[in-house]
């Protein structure tokens, strides 16, 4: 099992920053990716941004250029920087962790309980 919180959001004016958190805890040597989804009012949760077991990152169109993943592997966070911020980019923010494809763990998906950001015009 893998355990995820997160932390690090709030309200902030337009063209702020925040940076979340993500902390993992139980079977993180089974942890291959990560990434943030959100999920705003009425609207489908969506990938904002992923980290590979290699590095490697992929973005939602709209935020490149302002969010920055990153992993920290020998402290089991993953960080979301956020500069920028916009109306549109408010949501619940959830971070996701996927394992590998076999044991003991077997590509099972994780998930943490979100923090909301709130982008005020």
């Known amino acids: 099992q893998v355990q995820l919180v997160e932390r690090g959001g709030g309200l902030v004016q337009a063209g702020g920053s925040l940076r979340l958190t993500c902390a993992a805890s139980?079977?993180?040597?089974?942890?291959?990716?990560m990434g943030w989804y959100r999920q705003a009012p009425g609207k489908q949760r969506e990938l904002v941004a992923s980290?590979?077991?290699?590095?490697?990152?992929e973005y939602l169109e709209s935020v490149k250029g302002r969010f920055t993943i990153s992993r920290d592997t020998a402290k089991n966070t993953l960080y979301l920087q956020m500069i920028s911020l916009k109306p549109e980019d408010t949501g619940a923010y959830y971070c996701?962790?996927?394992?590998?494809?076999?044991?003991?763990?077997?590509?099972?998906?994780?998930w943490g309980k979100g923090t909301l950001v709130t982008v005020s015009s």
């Open positions: 996701n962790a996927n394992t590998w494809p076999h044991a003991p763990l077997f590509g099972e998906k994780y």
């Open positions: 139980g079977s993180t040597f089974a942890i291959a990716s």
């Open positions: 980290i590979g077991s290699g590095g490697n990152t």
